[in-house]
């Protein structure tokens, strides 16, 4: 055999010890419910909503929703990601790892791929109770939901490297995990805050606010290159705008998004090495 | 000792803050002397009439549409409680330059001299479909409007005459009665002249032309071919991404506020069954920045939303309404009036307004009406003369089935209820 077979076959083998592992434990159960409880809350608020105005004009209802359990799913992702290495390593299980025919190469990939059907379960569950939902209130299941759930797919996978490379950068769990919450929390954070901004109308504010709006736009500009966040956000809006182009160009950034994490991951990985601190 | 402090403290404070109110509020704001653009232009629905000032460098106009640009020397201030800049157009307002250049890049791509234009109002003044003419057609619209008015005010004089020869007629003719004598028919009141319905504004000269979309610049030249300083300008002509039907709905339950569904991915919710109203309009779809300073330069706006603007009642159009693919109904536009209920109690019924029944009745509103059934899905979309559904005039309604979310939230648990039966069935398999 030669070493791409070894490399496959040894990928293989973690990705069904480990989505084992996530199956059939808790952890993943726990998380769809979490994503589905918090879309409860929007499902709710639009019922109230139709029920007091006795009408309500909405664009892709699921969609507000979704990007809420998408969120819920994907830091699961992305924090069972930030953890996979470092938690590997603090056991010295990494190592051991490492006498067999496993590469740095087939590790992270074996680890992201496991993440990913990770989430695909999450999404299959949330998508169960999307369906549920749409169903008994009447809001409709629309095809948006699908491509929706499909980019998704795409900022799992940015979350999910992201936070492999973090846990390649660190020893420790809890620094893995304090730093991934303290970056995500900042991306979705400053999401928020654009969102907000928006909402906001300049001839209600005094020059000095606006001035600073206009700073912070320019940031957030910047930032949200580095934000797997604002790939799905701007997705959406895609899906919602029926551009294929400007789904595409979300789809096509935050897999290079992924590439270039994961090989980032990869030399850090390198640079670290395996052994336990 | 502490006590004098405060008191000093707090009274700075106060003289501080009667001073500065004395500056926002009390005091004139100091004026200077700028050219500036003066602009018509057209947005969609009617003209606009921005007002460019010396700091403000791009012009955003309507590409194709025929925009009107003056270059006018002004007083110009700044106007601290609606923090924009204003023109004193009573104090001063003089037309300068001969030349409008436009440039594209380096290379000038139009040369414009002063025309006369009109302003036509076909339904009055406040009555909407403006229209810009220019040249001889302005001089011709100006003269029939004119002389429509001249003719009113001749048919004026010529009722309060016949209106005096009309009450002597009718005291002759109670007079005649009195004394018993034969009075013969009585005496018609003569008719009142109607005034011109349309209205024409006075000629004016400016520089009236339409640019193809695009970013070009523009200057103004004197006679003897010097540009003029602080005239050269960025221009953005710009068009629309999108055009659609947009439509205002009107909730029988609450017909005085509408609600508006202007983009294909908006779904209307009823909130189980009800009667709406739909008023389709032709709309396009703009970028927010650029529509926001077309009216007004100094708004702000943001070049990453767009929004659709209403043109126009889309007429001739009826609109379809399917459910799983079959034609439910076609409904055609028709006249609405709003009955009070008798009584002290609040209510009103939404009646359709039957010429036959009611000919000198007025409507409250024209709709096309669509009573949404307690179940299912339906679109609708919008017809045209010559049976063509009309691009992105696509709705969807649904009734809202459910009232509560105690179900939704119940449903939220189930992951957590398959994850725990399977890890209870492995645990016991094991």
Not at chain 1, 22 to 48: E, K, M, P, Q
Not at chain 1, 128 to 134: E, P, Q, R
Request: aromatic share 14%.
């Amino acid at each position: 055999m030669n070493s791409f077979v070894y490399r496959l076959h040894s990928i293989k083998a973690i990705i069904k010890r480990e989505a084992r592992s996530s199956f059939f434990g808790l952890g993943l159960y726990i998380a769809a419910t979490i994503a589905c409880f918090v879309a409860s809350f929007i499902f709710n608020s639009y019922i109230n909503t139709v029920q007091g105005n006795n009408i309500m004009v909405m664009a892709s209802p699921l969609n507000n929703p979704l990007f809420y359990a998408v969120i819920v799913a994907a830091l699961y992702t992305a924090i069972s990601s930030s953890t996979a290495l470092s938690r590997e390593k603090d056991k010295g299980t990494l190592e051991v790892l490492f006498y067999g025919p496993v590469d740095y190469a087939s590790i992270i990939l074996a680890k992201f791929l496991e993440d990913i059907i990770s989430f695909l379960i999450v999404m299959l569950l949330v998508t169960l109770f999307f369906v549920y939902a749409a169903v008994t209130t009447n809001l409709g299941f629309s095809i948006t939901y699908l491509y929706t759930v499909f980019l998704a797919i795409f900022l799992a996978a940015s979350m999910s490297s992201f936070g492999l490379w973090l846990s390649a950068l660190t020893t420790k769990i809890r620094t893995s995990i304090l730093l991934f919450i303290l970056i995500m929390g900042g991306f979705l954070g400053l999401q928020f805050l654009e969102e907000y901004i928006l909402t906001l109308k300049p001839e209600n504010l005094s020059l000095s606010m606006i001035y600073i709006m206009g700073v912070l736009s320019n940031i957030l500009r910047i930032i949200k290159w580095a934000s797997p966040f604002s790939y799905l956000t701007n997705g959406i809006s895609a899906v919602a705008l029926g551009s294929t182009s400007l789904y595409l160009e979300n789809m096509l950034g935050s897999l290079a998004y992924t590439v270039l994490l994961l090989v980032l991951t990869v030399y850090t990985l390198k640079w670290k090495g395996v052994r336990k601190p | 000792m502490k006590r004098g402090r405060f008191i000093l403290i707090v009274s700075i404070l106060l003289a501080g803050l009667l001073l500065s109110s004395v500056v926002v509020f009390g005091a004139a704001p100091p004026k200077q002397r700028e050219t500036v653009y003066s602009l018509n232009v057209w947005d969609g629905k009617d003209f606009a009439s921005p007002f460019y000032p010396a700091n403000i460098n791009t012009i955003y106009v309507m590409a194709d549409f025929q925009n009107v640009y003056s270059v006018k020397e002004t007083l110009v201030y700044y106007w601290p409680i609606s923090r924009e800049y204003m023109a004193d157009w009573d104090s001063l307002n003089k037309d300068i330059g001969d030349t409008l250049e436009v440039l594209k890049g380096d290379k000038v791509i139009g040369t414009y001299k002063k025309v006369d234009y009109v302003f036509y109002y076909p339904k009055g003044y406040w009555g909407g479909d403006t229209k810009l003419y220019t040249g001889d057609v302005a001089r011709a619209k100006k003269k029939e409007y004119d002389k429509a008015l001249d003719k009113y005010w001749k048919d004026v004089d010529a009722y309060y005459k016949a209106y005096n020869e009309y009450n002597k007629a009718v005291d002759e003719f109670y007079k005649k009665i009195q004394e018993g004598k034969p009075a013969g028919k009585i005496p018609q009141e003569p008719k009142q002249p109607q005034a011109p319905t349309f209205y024409v504004t006075d000629i004016n000269k400016a520089y009236v032309f339409s640019l193809p979309a695009g970013i070009y610049t523009i200057r103004l030249k004197d006679k003897d071919g010097k540009i003029v300083p602080g005239t050269v300008k960025s221009l953005i002509a710009f068009s629309h991404r999108r055009e659609g039907i947009g439509y205002n709905i009107i909730p029988e339950s609450k017909w005085t506020y509408p609600e508006t569904a202007d983009d294909v991915t908006q779904i209307i919710y009823q909130y189980k069954e009800g009667v709406l109203y739909f008023q389709p309009f032709t709309e396009w779809e703009f970028n927010e920045l650029q529509y926001n300073k077309l009216s007004n330069p100094q708004s702000a706006g943001r070049p990453d939303r767009w929004i659709w603007v209403h043109m126009q009642p889309a007429s001739n159009v009826k609109l379809d309404i399917y459910t799983g693919g079959r034609l439910v109904t076609s409904v055609r536009e028709r006249p609405y009036y709003v009955e009070q209920v008798p009584g002290s109690s609040l209510g009103y019924n939404i009646k359709l307004l039957d010429r036959k029944e009611n000919p000198y009745g007025s409507a409250d509103f024209t709709g096309f009406r669509f009573s949404v059934p307690p179940t299912g899905d339906y679109r609708l979309v919008a017809v045209s003369k010559d049976g063509k559904v009309i691009e992105n005039s696509e709705r969807y309604i649904r009734p809202i089935t459910s009232g509560d979310a105690k179900n939704i939230f119940i449903a939220s648990f189930g992951p957590l209820v398959i994850g725990l039966l399977i890890y209870i069935f492995r645990r016991v398999g094991r």
